[in-house]
Each structure stands twice: as C-alpha cells, then as structure tokens.
C-alpha cells in the first residue's frame, strides 16, 4: 500500500527518474541500504523501486505506529518498526530477519537517522551503524546499495521550511534521482564490514548526485 502510495504521489511533486548499475540485481531475500537525507526520502525510495517492481519491507522508526491509520498499513504490509535508544531495538533485526527468510527485499538507512543540517543541498552518507552489516552476516544475505538526492529539494530545514518545501514542490517540480549499484557481500569483521556497505552507498549516492547536477562530497568515513 505504501508503495502505491509513494509511486502514484512522488512524480506530483517532482521529476523522478531512475537508474541501475549493468550488474544490479534485485533478487528476493536481498538487503536494500539506502542513504538518509531528508524526511522525504523514503518515499522517493518507494517510489523508485515500486517501477522496478520491488515492494520492500521498510525498517522505520517505531514513532510512526503511533499515528492510527499510517499503524495499521504499516503493519499490514509488515513493516519493522525500530525503537532506538531503546532495549527492543534489536527485536528489528530480527523481524527483517523473518522478512529476508520468506523471500521479500528489506530496505534499511544505515545513518540510523536524518542530518541535522538546514540547507537544501547534498552530502555524502554520514557513518553508518553496524545493523546492516550483522544482519548480512546473520542471514547470508547479499546487500543492495542505493543512493538518492534531492529529496533535500523537497523537504529540510526546521518545520517552517519544511512545510514550504512541500507546498511549493509541485510548482518546482525538483529533480529527483535514485541509483541502484551492484550487490556486495560485506565480510570480515563488523568495522570493515560496515565500511564496505558505506563505500557501496556513497558510491550509488555519487552517480545519483550527479544526474541531478549536485556537487559530489567526499563521502565520511563509516
């Protein structure tokens, strides 16, 4: 449901195009890393999947089940909420774990959250938290990355902005961009593990940045 939602409202509010590597493949059972920009960003991603024909279950933060109707399609299409700060966080893995074990892709932000930054430009991915690479090795799982922008264009900044971005974003129609790169299997221990989904993101984020004509920061260290 999500992703219909995301796939028939994205393109009102700006230009989505989309592109894979040759050798990207979205095969059942796989892990989706995606960068995390903005608040719009998960939607964009939805969207830019579902025309790949790939409808993921969403690891999203647990404050979203608190909104009645959003709870009951999240749950319905058997999202994992994920309480951070808190003891049940890791109770996450393990539903992506049973989501990964019946064939469905799982998608995931390693950053663990937005950037607290105003502006609507780009940056590269900050360092990722460690789930992505223990989930890879827990469930033998290959990993997809996937790098976005301009969703930045569409929402950031404090609420007031935030608000204005979205108003005014059909009558913009910003650019959006989502790159697919080819799988890899992070090895070795969880540091260097980590740092390998990292490099892979930031590389997709990179291609992405530039088909929308944004300059490519050298990506932070996982």
């Not at 950053?111 to 105003?118: I, M, N, Y």
């Not at 979205?166 to 540091?191: F, N, S, Y």
Request: glycine share 10%; charged share 20%; with cysteine.
């Amino acid at each position: 449901m999500l992703s219909r939602i995301a796939g028939a409202v994205v393109p009102f509010f700006g230009q989505l195009t989309v592109t894979t590597d040759t050798d990207a493949e979205l095969r059942p059972g796989s892990i989706i890393a995606a960068n995390h920009t903005s608040l719009s960003d998960p939607a964009v991603v939805l969207a830019a999947l579902r025309r790949l024909g790939v409808e993921p279950v969403v690891l999203a933060a647990a404050g979203l089940w608190r909104i009645p109707l959003l709870a009951a399609a999240l749950t319905r299409d058997g999202h994992v909420p994920v309480r951070r700060g808190d003891p049940r966080a890791a109770h996450a893995l393990e539903g992506a774990m049973d989501a990964l074990a019946t064939g469905r892709l799982v998608l995931l932000y390693g950053e663990g959250g937005l950037p607290r930054r105003k502006d609507a430009g780009e940056a590269a991915p900050r360092p990722f938290r460690s789930g992505i690479a223990r989930l890879a090795r827990a469930t033998g799982a290959p990993v997809v990355p996937l790098g976005q922008a301009g969703a930045r264009r569409l929402v950031s900044g404090g609420p007031t902005k935030q608000l204005a971005g979205l108003v005014t974003a059909p009558l913009r129609r910003p650019d959006l961009h989502v790159h697919i790169g080819a799988p890899v299997r992070p090895t070795g221990e969880r540091t260097a593990a980590t740092a390998c989904v990292h490099r892979a993101v930031a590389a997709a984020w990179r291609t992405a940045a530039a088909r929308i004509g944004e300059p490519a920061t050298p990506a932070a260290q996982a």
